[in-house]
Structures are given as structure tokens and as C-alpha cells.
T-cell receptor, first 113, second 114 residues
């Protein structure tokens, strides 16, 4: 059973608009969350993270929101650019056991120009 | 340039023929890890290592071995590969555990086991 779920396999957005990628988790012990971005033929690269003591973290065009009661987080990209087209992975960890990361299946984002 | 290097990038082989995928990092990182990526399943952790001579199982360790004799290297060994190990493999490293510091990933190794 997947503990981290990204239920939308793909998302298509017009350039300049907002992209919202969603992630749900089932393990209530998760307390640290990360987003990674992956281009074809490359390894994932770190994008942004959030600790469970926060409900929002912002880095430039990227903002991650965490709703602990709903066990849900989302990544907002504003404005979306064609270079943002990639696969986005959500990942979660229990900080106390922070040696392991659990990843979601990924969402393919296509930003159309 | 800071990087994680995996070799080979692509390999087609047959069932039962032992193979090793090498991983090397030049950042003096303590933590290294192996993942496999499969459609619909995302990245799943195979093994990780907190430091030299310290390794531990991830979520899908069956059929794999690792070793960490030197800080910079973390090879993945498939003693008797089977078709269900056909996958895209990534090695990653970070200065501390993956939640304390973002991981740096290699570009991946695509293995096909016939």
C-alpha cells in the first residue's frame, strides 16, 4: 500500500498560469516533506521542502502548502513556465527515522506556451 | 563539479548473470542511497548507507546487495538478476540523512534483464 499518493498522473497548464500539484499521505508519523523535479534522462533534483511545524514554505515561484489534518500537501508554481515541464515527485519522511524517504508515483507537468 | 556518477547508464543482460552498478560521489557525503523507479510506483528505496561500513535495507532490498568500503563509492550488486529487476535505478547522496539535506541524484541506470 502506497503511503504517499499522487493521484494525478499528469497535468497540463498554460504558460503564465498557476500549476497545482497535489500529494496525499496516509502515515500520520510523517513530519517532513519534499518535492523533487525530474527531467527526462536526468536524476531528480530537489525543489522545496516543508516541516510539519509549518503550513507553508515559499521559494520564488514555488510554494508548498501542508494541511496536516487532511494529510495533504500541494505544490504551487506561479507563474508556470515551459521549463517547468517535468515529472514532480512528492516525498515524505519521519524525521526521527529520517534515513528513509517514501516517494509518490509522480505527476507529469506540461506547461504549454 | 559536484556530482554523483553512475555506471553503466544502460545495460541489457540475461537472467542469472551477476552484475554491478557503480556509484561514486565527489562531495564527501556521508549518506548514500539506491532507488529504483517503476511506472506507477515512483521511486522506491533499495538500500542506504549512513557512513562507511554502515548499510541498511530500504523498502525493496530483496535480490540486491550493497557495500560501502569507501566513503565515495556505493555499488549496487545483483547477484542473480531476474526480469522483475528490470527498472531505472538511481543513486543519491547527501551530507546527512535525506531529510536534513537534499539529496543529489545520479542520472540513472536503465537495466533490462531478459
Amino acid at each position: 500500500d502506497q503511503q504517499v499518493k499522487q493521484n494525478s498522473p499528469s497535468l497540463s497548464v498554460q504558460e503564465g498560469r498557476i500549476s497545482i500539484l497535489n500529494c496525499d499521505y496516509t502515515n500520520s508519523m510523517f513530519d517532513y516533506f519534499l518535492w523533487y523535479k525530474k527531467y527526462p534522462a536526468e536524476g531528480p533534483t530537489f525543489l522545496i521542502s516543508i516541516s510539519s511545524i509549518k503550513d507553508k514554505n515559499e521559494d520564488g515561484r514555488f510554494t508548498v502548502f501542508l494541511n496536516k489534518s487532511a494529510k495533504h500537501l500541494s505544490l504551487h508554481i506561479v507563474p508556470s513556465q515551459p521549463g517547468d515541464s517535468a515529472v514532480y515527485f512528492c516525498a515524505a519522511s519521519e524525521v526521527e527515522y529520517g534515513n528513509k524517504l517514501v516517494f509518490g508515483a509522480g505527476t507529469i507537468l506540461r506547461v504549454k506556451s | 563539479e559536484a556530482q554523483v556518477t553512475q555506471n553503466p547508464r544502460y545495460l541489457i543482460t540475461v537472467t542469472g548473470k551477476k552484475l554491478t552498478v557503480t556509484c561514486s560521489q565527489n562531495m564527501n557525503h556521508e549518506y548514500m542511497s539506491w532507488y529504483r523507479q517503476d511506472p506507477g510506483l515512483g521511486l522506491r528505496q533499495i538500500y542506504y548507507s549512513m557512513n562507511v561500513e554502515v548499510t541498511d535495507k530500504g523498502d525493496v532490498p530483496e535480490g540486491y546487495k550493497v557495500s560501502r568500503k569507501e566513503k565515495r563509492n556505493f555499488p549496487l550488486i545483483l547477484e542473480s538478476p531476474s526480469p522483475n529487476q528490470t527498472s531505472l535505478y538511481f543513486c543519491a547522496s547527501s551530507s546527512m540523512g535525506p531529510t536534513n539535506q537534499p539529496q543529489h541524484f545520479g542520472d540513472g541506470t536503465r537495466l533490462s534483464i531478459l
